[in-house]
């Protein structure tokens, strides 16, 4: 199998970490401005979610079936067991840089087991279109936490007052 490493994205985000990793950690809504997909939490042991995410393709719909394991308030790696590709692994870091400021960083893996077509379909297909989604998707992640952390009574700011 030939891995290729997803292309690595930072953002930073004026909000606790709390609240940042909260919000990256729900599932079945979508932030404003995220790319279109929907969620669905198929089991739950703890910390571990099975979730089953579908996103709009070119032609059809692109169905993936993931396993979530969620580390508060550090980290949330996904692992894809059924999907187009044989192999996806991705990871969210969130970061405390200050109380009211979070570095989230984007990284990960994806891999085919389909010789020569597979490699260049990874390559060439799914490392960009996982790029593409993932800076949307951490876009509004970011529009949406800083929102939310001015306006919050819980995660507001000492100073917002």
């Given at each position: 199998?030939?891995?290729?490493?997803?292309?690595?994205?930072?953002?930073?985000?004026?909000?606790?970490?709390?609240?940042?990793f909260?919000?990256?950690?729900?599932?079945?809504?979508?932030?404003?401005?995220?790319?279109?997909?929907?969620?669905?939490?198929?089991?739950r042991?703890?910390?571990?979610?099975?979730?089953?995410?579908?996103?709009?393709?070119?032609?059809?719909?692109?169905?993936?079936?993931?396993?979530?394991?969620?580390?508060?308030?550090?980290?949330?790696?996904?692992?894809?067991?059924?999907?187009?590709?044989e192999?996806?692994?991705?990871?969210?870091?969130?970061?405390?840089?200050?109380?009211?400021?979070?570095?989230?960083r984007?990284?990960?893996?994806v891999g085919?087991?389909?010789?020569?077509?597979?490699?260049?379909?990874?390559?060439?297909?799914?490392?960009?279109?996982?790029d593409?989604?993932?800076?949307?998707?951490?876009?509004?992640?970011?529009?949406?936490?800083?929102?939310r952390?001015?306006?919050?009574?819980?995660?507001?700011?000492?100073?917002?007052?």
């Amino acid at each position: 199998m030939r891995i290729h490493e997803l292309r690595p994205i930072s953002v930073e985000i004026a909000a606790p970490q709390a609240l940042v990793f909260e919000m990256a950690a729900a599932t079945g809504g979508v932030l404003p401005g995220s790319p279109p997909h929907s969620s669905e939490v198929l089991e739950r042991d703890g910390d571990t979610l099975l979730v089953l995410y579908r996103t709009p393709a070119v032609v059809t719909e692109l169905v993936m079936l993931e396993r979530v394991r969620l580390h508060p308030p550090d980290r949330i790696e996904y692992e894809v067991l059924e999907g187009p590709m044989e192999h996806v692994r991705e990871t969210l870091a969130f970061d405390m840089v200050e109380p009211h400021l979070t570095l989230v960083r984007y990284g990960g893996t994806v891999g085919s087991n389909r010789a020569v077509v597979g490699g260049l379909i990874a390559r060439w297909v799914a490392v960009p279109a996982y790029d593409r989604f993932m800076r949307r998707q951490l876009r509004a992640l970011k529009l949406a936490a800083e929102a939310r952390a001015v306006r919050s009574r819980r995660y507001g700011r000492p100073d917002a007052a």
